[in-house]
């Protein structure tokens, strides 16, 4: 067994990693664990987020029972933990038996001194789970805490909470949490944009767990005759059918594979998607054509043949019942004028590239990119190549074929594509960001010193992990820090 002492969530984290022997990588108020042999296989991360309240996601395929105690909590925190996939066992130490939490589950727990939590995470099960840890000395005293209803809830659950009796609160399914939880655990993010985008994961899950137990306690919560193992069958197939749209999905297949009656299915659909079975397959398919209309070239039968409906006028129809405006005329708004695409993505410089020829390339395609509208900012930075590009889809998504082709780089990893409805660079074409190109060649345009503090910042140090680079891409965007 595991037992992990009172040290804080990152040195939590430091003694997993010595204990199952992986990698551990720490950045500025975040930590990964990545795994690797005879003992499993994934990523732990976790974060500081605010002080009295952090964030730890699993994401990760053990090949042994890992049992872990936490132990030596003498303010003991308050736990809570949402799985979006596979299962976990949890009790008191004192207890006799283990608690299995299923998927979807919401669970809240806080542990006594003398009574520690025992969480068991099983053997050969792929595994997502996120725990976020609140502490109530330090949590209260936090702004963005107060101003929520957060708050409230929290200090009703910390007023039942004594020293004697451990807390838990072992809810229903939720498949609102998970929206939230979901994200939360597939981030892969550690430094600012896990600050950045786990932090508000991590409150949305946070609001959705507590407002579940909250609606509970006060009996407004959503009734079903279904079990608990019923509703997960529910999630499961829902994820089947979400990687198998072409396919046709009927209340018949669906019977099948989960083993519940027509009726009971319905009323699982209903109580977590407050919809039909067929509607929520049909505004599946819906968000994924319009995900492919948006971030492709494909053609509307083309779409529509992804998604697996058969007549091209139906979906016409649905289309414009859900989104306002026929299909073609919903991929011709990304053509106008008024309309701008974004696509940014990370790489690796090959080994010989040099300065003159990283200044080369970029005053080559400053000039290029303008020509076709196409505006952006590259950064070179520790053998590590950072782009992001602006302008008409059709000519973003036709450079980054290009780009892709291109042997002076490789491992290129998409971050980012999408509609936006304003751009960052105005009509500047190329812009760069080096820390080896010594000479200006950006004549009177420069990046705002954010940027290049943030690129000699010691968080640097983990400038190769993909989240680095989405940090940076963040920075851009949200403060447009471009001067004339």
Known sequence: MLKLEEKG??????????????????????????????NGKGFIYTYDLLPGLSV??????????????????????????????????????????AERIRRGQNVILCATEDNPNVAILPNNIELKLSVIIVKKE????????????????????FAKIGNDMPYRYFGGIS????????????????????????????????????DDRDKYMSGKD??????????????????EISRNLS????????????????????????????????HFVKNLKLEKARELIQTTELNISEVVHEIGIQ???????????KYGMLPRDYRDSFLSADQSFELSYRSKASFYIGEGEVKNLVETS?????????????????????????????????LFEKIKADPRHYEIELLWKGARNDKIFDDWGLILVSDRVSENIMSNRKVGMDIKTMLSSKATSNASRSMFWQQVRNQIRSKKMISA
Not at 138 to 151: C, F, P, V
Not at 228 to 237: P, T, Y
């Open 247 to 278: 396919q046709a999905h009927t209340i018949e297949s669906i019977v099948k594979e989960t083993g519940l009656s027509a009726k009971k299915l319905q009323e699982g659909f209903r109580f977590l998607f407050g919809v039909s079975v067929a």
């Open 222 to 239: 959503k009734f079903t005759n279904l079990s608990k193992e019923q509703l997960e069958r529910v999630v499961v197939v829902c994820d």
């Open 9 to 38: 969530p990152i040195e939590q984290l430091r003694a997993m990693s010595v204990y199952l022997g992986g990698d551990f990588y720490e950045g500025l108020g975040a930590a990964r664990m990545e795994l690797d042999n005879a």
């Open 366 to 398: 400053d000039k290029n990119n303008r020509d076709i509208g196409v505006t952006g900012c590259l950064i070179h930075y520790k053998d590590e190549f950072f782009q992001l590009l602006e302008g008409p889809k059709q000519r973003v998504l036709m």
């Open 138 to 157: 330090k949590i209260a005293e936090q702004e963005l805490i107060k101003r929520s209803n957060l708050s409230n809830i929290l200090n009703d659950i």
């Open 56 to 97: 730890r996601t699993y994401n990760i395929h053990l090949k042994n029972e890992l049992k872990i105690e936490l132990d030596g909590m003498v303010n003991n925190p308050l736990y809570l933990l949402f799985c979006i996939q596979g299962h976990y066992f949890h009790k008191f130490k004192k207890d006799l038996e």
């Open 175 to 210: 498949a609102e949490t998970e929206k939230y939880a979901r994200v939360l655990i597939e981030n892969k993010r550690t430094d600012v944009i896990g600050k950045l985008l786990t932090e508000a994961s991590a409150l949305n899950t946070l609001a959705a767990q507590l």
């Open 311 to 321: 007549s091209q006028s139906y979906f016409s129809k649905i289309f414009k019942e």
